[in-house]
């Protein structure tokens, strides 16, 4: 079980809240955030370590709502979060009087320019921004410099010029709020994803949904996990997805858009068909769905039919060709024609004519 860990950004002698806390932190948020807060602050000051389960347990809630708790409190100013959970770094900021927000999607204006985030205008292709401007963007607000140093952390290298102008576009042109991007970059690294354009496609696919809050994402990533565990489940598979079975089976859930029942179906048809049930076999049988159109389980059903139907006609055909044919015999060769017996008949009289007169 890891701990979280914790430390003080300033000294202090005794656990005391000022009245900045009780008036301006208690509110706003949800209930349990604050006394997430107190209660690890005070194991903190007691040299205790605290683990998300030990905090998870001791309010009867989930790990996701420790979660939304730390990201609440670094976003007003009173902790600063490290690292993705469950190993996440904690440290305590000195309790303030609370920023003024400004408006969410508000981003700073350049000269001359005015960002997409702020026209509210959403165009289909990822804008190019210049050098200029993202170093603007980089240097006059610490929640731009904060994305790529996160981002340079997750994707383990120095971000370039190409690298910001993507990651940017989360923001100015997705409009994904800056936690939520923030999660994306932890959620793939845990799961190796450590290319970028695999992560734009996260982005794109999420702004899609609209997933515009740490709960939405939360929510979805557990969905997504989810399916995952059900489709590896239903081949007899335990344990949690590489990220090539990872890949694999997002190709089936986004890029060919199949529902979770179909691809069940076809893991079990993989199960009885297949000695070691495989995920390229599911494969074959899902891009032979797809091409066809078929996105129900009626019309699989219906395609078994068909598949049947023709089954037994060519059975039919083959019995047929199979069956015995009549052997040739010298009556059978005989080339008959309409007036083969009435020429007998003139032969026997003759023969008997012949024979009386003889």
Request: with cysteine; hydrophobic share 35%.
């Amino acid at each position: 079980m890891s701990a979280i860990q914790m430390k003080l950004g300033y000294k202090a002698s005794s656990l005391e809240l000022p009245y900045i806390f009780i008036d301006n932190y208690l509110t706003g948020c949800a209930p349990v955030y604050p006394l997430i807060y107190i209660y690890s602050l005070r194991r903190l000051y007691g040299g205790e370590a605290v683990s998300m389960a030990d905090i998870s347990a001791h309010f009867g809630i989930l790990d996701t709502d420790v979660v939304n708790a730390w990201r609440h409190f670094e976003k007003v100013g009173l902790v600063e979060v490290e690292g993705c959970p469950p190993d996440i770094s904690i440290t305590f900021l000195p309790i303030t009087e609370p920023k003024v927000e400004t408006e969410k999607s508000k981003i700073i204006e350049l000269p001359e320019t005015q960002s997409l985030a702020q026209t509210g205008t959403k165009i289909e292709t990822r804008p190019q921004y210049t050098v200029q401007e993202l170093s603007v963007y980089r240097t006059q607000s610490k929640d731009v410099e904060r994305l790529f140093s996160k981002a340079e952390t997750s994707l383990g290298k120095l971000l370039t010029y190409n690298d910001m102008n993507v990651i940017f576009g989360f923001y100015d042109w997705l409009r994904l709020p800056l936690d939520v991007i923030e999660y994306l970059f932890c959620y793939c690294q845990e799961h190796g994803h450590r290319n970028l354009r695999y992560i734009e496609k996260c982005a794109m696919d999420w702004s899609e949904r609209d997933i515009d809050d740490l709960d939405k994402a939360l929510t979805y990533v557990h969905t997504f996990d989810k399916n995952y565990r059900s489709i590896l489940k239903q081949l007899g598979k335990s344990g949690f997805p590489t990220p090539a079975q990872r890949k694999q089976m997002d190709k089936w859930l986004h890029e060919m858009n199949m529902p979770l029942s179909l691809i069940l179906d076809a893991c079990d048809r993989t199960a009885l068909s297949a000695d070691k049930p495989s995920l390229s076999y599911v494969d074959k049988i899902l891009v032979k769905w797809h091409k066809q159109g078929i996105t129900t389980i009626e019309g699989v059903k219906e395609d078994d039919a068909a598949f049947t139907q023709k089954k037994e006609e060519k059975e039919e055909a083959k019995v047929t060709a199979k069956a015995p044919k009549p052997k040739n015999n010298r009556f059978i060769n005989f080339d008959q024609r309409e007036n083969d017996y009435t020429q007998i008949e003139q032969l026997e009289r003759q023969y008997l004519l012949k024979q009386l007169k003889g």
